[in-house]
């Protein structure tokens, strides 16, 4: 069972934090291990992903994408009907409600896209917490709306303006709360990145999705899929997906945001183009400059926009069990129209990245089953849209 | 023995304190690193802390964030902080410990950057997202060189943890006075005190107190309590306020004179 008790998986992971915040994990880490493994927690927790939250979400399959790709079939789960639009809410449940249970009234969150804050400002709400997002200064000004709704549900948005003012630099920022705030406060994290046992941690909220997509593709097809897509920035809905079927026989594809294309500069494929290296409390893939200077990144999918990856994603790529593949910003708008307009549901930016992916490899995935988690729903990104159609427009007038 | 040790042995002989400043190498530039460093010794700082700048310092606030982002601005990377140490050693003997986030140790290779700062003139290194947990090979290759490996006890640090930091710490043992970031603050921290008498009941080593010491008042409260302090946003401050003015190094020698005369 992975990760170790050091909290590695293979050589990635681990705790590389400030001595002001080992107790903080290791009271977390024990915390988790006895009460939200626990059978109370656990169904408590069930019970607010059902009728709260709206689990299980759908397996559909979806005719017309696999139709328009050939003779495949593939198996759309459906994280974008789940309650606030994206996959995220399964950690935030699970986090909050623990943070909850130890006593900790005040939450604090970082957020790219705004949809972990989001879906952290929602489970606060729900559960009557303190809530608190650090969002960079660049972010705010790209997910106006995001902000909006966060303040709505009550929780506090405090603008990053160190650094490049994206997600990592929130990241810090949240961190720094924490290292001052320990004492009173949980610090919710959005994917499966950080320090140990935030990478597990995570993962266990998240395998909700790969525990349904099992069960219902077992009943519908009465076999287990050959192949699962996702979507991977930090790696929480990929992983998600993935981990229930570890032991399958069932290939693992992840797909990394190309941004402007992998020659650039301007992506954000950590386990594709990067380096093994410390960030944010884990070893794993990072991007990089050779002095180990943090890269900045970019994708037209914000929730991909960052410069790590969780350990365990990195342990899948290292010892073969996973692959990773990556699509440029132009593919993942082939993706998003594609699905769009063959099903009439219009993804993420984030997800349309493993649609355009299986649209690339189309021809080897003939006469196979598959699993594509669709993390999430575009109704966010509409306004990118809009200003990259504005800017092919002018570049081809 | 290294310098940082024979430093504290001759401190305890004549009961004398350390005055520890930090300065992020690199701010504004190489060059006025070097000649800050040696404009500290002659204002009488016994051993000197220099930041190696990262672009994510998780363990800073804004003082030595922005101080860290001019030193990048500088195009300063771990080998330009080895060659600063290395000019720094033609003309001075002082004890010198490196501050540095893990991820450039990392990039360089532990066992090269170990090999590499040794034999630039580097005493010690402090690590701030490296706990003792995850230092065990870094640790080896420092114990092999003679380099000291500065470990960090927190307020939140309990007392097997105490004990462990106490064992294994080389040079001093770093105590983080609050829990927070770096930055100049106003207050000492009473709860501090109880925090050292934690760690003395475990270790004889050299105990050095930093985060948020700006002011000879403070110090004059802190002095009977440890054997050094450690001083960076305050005079990262007193350098970010005259990064134009051609007298910076009498201002940063002014204000260390100041500061070493209130542990006295």
């Known amino acids: ?397 | 023995m290294n310098r940082i040790d024979e430093k504290f042995a001759r401190l305890r002989k004549e009961g004398g304190k350390a005055f520890i400043p930090f300065i992020t190498c690199g701010d504004p530039d190489p060059s006025m690193s070097e000649k800050i460093v040696l404009t500290l010794e002659r204002a009488g700082a016994d051993i000197v802390e220099l930041g190696v700048p990262f672009s994510d310092p998780i363990a800073d606030g804004p003082t030595i964030q922005a101080s860290s982002q001019r030193a990048l601005n500088s195009k300063v990377n771990l080998r330009r902080v080895l060659q600063v140490v290395r000019r720094i050693r033609r003309r001075s003997e002082i004890p010198l410990a490196l501050l540095t986030y893990f991820n450039p140790v990392y990039q360089m290779g532990i066992r090269q950057f170990v090999r590499e700062a040794k034999k630039a003139g580097v005493d010690g290194v402090i690590i701030p997202d490296l706990p003792l947990e995850e230092a065990g090979s870094l640790k080896n290759f420092m114990d092999e060189e003679g380099l000291d490996l500065i470990l960090l006890v927190a307020p939140t640090s309990v007392d097997e943890r105490i004990k462990m930091v106490g064992q294994l710490s080389g040079g001093f043992i770093y105590v983080v006075s609050v829990t927070g970031t770096t930055g100049a603050r106003e207050k000492v921290p009473y709860p501090v005190r109880k925090l050292i008498l934690r760690i003395k009941k475990y270790t004889n080593k050299p105990i050095c107190l930093g985060f948020g010491i700006s002011t000879p008042e403070q110090v004059k409260v802190i002095r009977t309590w440890v054997d050094g302090i450690i001083v960076g946003s305050a005079l990262i401050k007193v350098i970010e306020k005259n990064l134009k003015n051609k007298h910076l190094l009498e201002e940063v020698e002014e204000f260390a004179v100041k500061m070493k005369a209130s542990l006295i």
Not at chain 1, 32 to 57: C, N
Not at chain 1, 80 to 95: E, I, P, R, V
Not at chain 1, 317 to 326: E, L, M, N, Q
């Open chain 1, 1 to 397: 069972m992975l990760p170790d008790k050091r909290g590695y998986f293979g050589e990635f992971g681990g705790r590389f934090v400030p001595e002001v915040l080992v107790p903080a994990l290791k009271e977390l880490e024990e915390a988790y291990l006895s009460v939200a493994r626990a059978d109370s927690f656990q169904k408590e927790l069930k019970s607010y992903l059902k009728d709260y939250a709206g689990r299980p979400t759908p397996l559909y399959l979806a005719e017309n994408l696999s139709r328009s790709l050939g003779n495949t079939r593939i198996y759309l789960k459906r994280e974008d009907l789940l309650h606030t639009g994206a996959h995220k809410l399964n950690n935030t449940l699970g986090q909050v409600l623990l943070a909850k249970k130890m006593g900790k009234n005040r939450i604090i969150a970082e957020t790219g896209a705004g949809q972990h804050g989001v879906a952290t400002a929602t489970a606060c709400a729900l559960l009557g917490m303190e809530c608190i997002v650090y969002m960079g200064k660049e972010d705010i000004k790209r997910q106006s709306l995001n902000v909006l709704r966060m303040e709505t549900l009550g929780a506090e948005v405090r603008c990053v303006e160190g650094g490049s003012q994206t997600l990592k630099d929130a990241v810090n920022e949240a961190l720094r709360d924490w290292v001052t705030n320990v004492r009173t406060t949980f610090y919710v994290l959005g994917s499966v990145v950080g320090p140990h046992p935030y990478p597990m941690m995570v993962r266990d909220f998240q395998s909700v999705i790969g525990k349904e997509a099992r069960e219902q593709i077992l009943q519908k097809e009465k076999r287990l899929p050959d192949c699962l897509i996702a979507c991977v920035g930090g790696g929480s809905n990929s992983i998600g997906l993935f981990y229930p079927f570890y032991k399958d026989k069932v290939e693992f594809i992840g797909v990394e945001a190309g941004g402007s294309g992998l020659n650039t500069g301007r992506h954000a494929a950590s386990l594709t183009k990067g380096k093994k290296g410390v960030l944010h409390g884990a070893l794993s893939y990072l991007l990089q400059d050779k002095d180990g200077q943090i890269k900045p990144t970019y994708s037209i999918a914000p929730g991909l926009d960052y410069p790590g990856v969780g350990p365990e994603l990195a342990y899948y790529k290292k010892t073969g069990r996973a692959k990773f593949a990556t699509v440029t910003d132009k593919e993942a708008l082939s993706g998003f129209f594609l699905l769009s307009r063959t099903e009439g549901i219009i993804p993420a930016l984030e997800s349309a990245h493993a649609i355009a992916y299986a649209k690339k490899i189309s021809s080897k995935l003939q006469d196979k089953l598959v699993i594509l988690n669709l993390s999430g729903r575009g109704d966010k990104d509409m306004h990118i849209i809009e200003e990259f159609s504005r800017g092919e427009n002018e570049q081809n007038r």
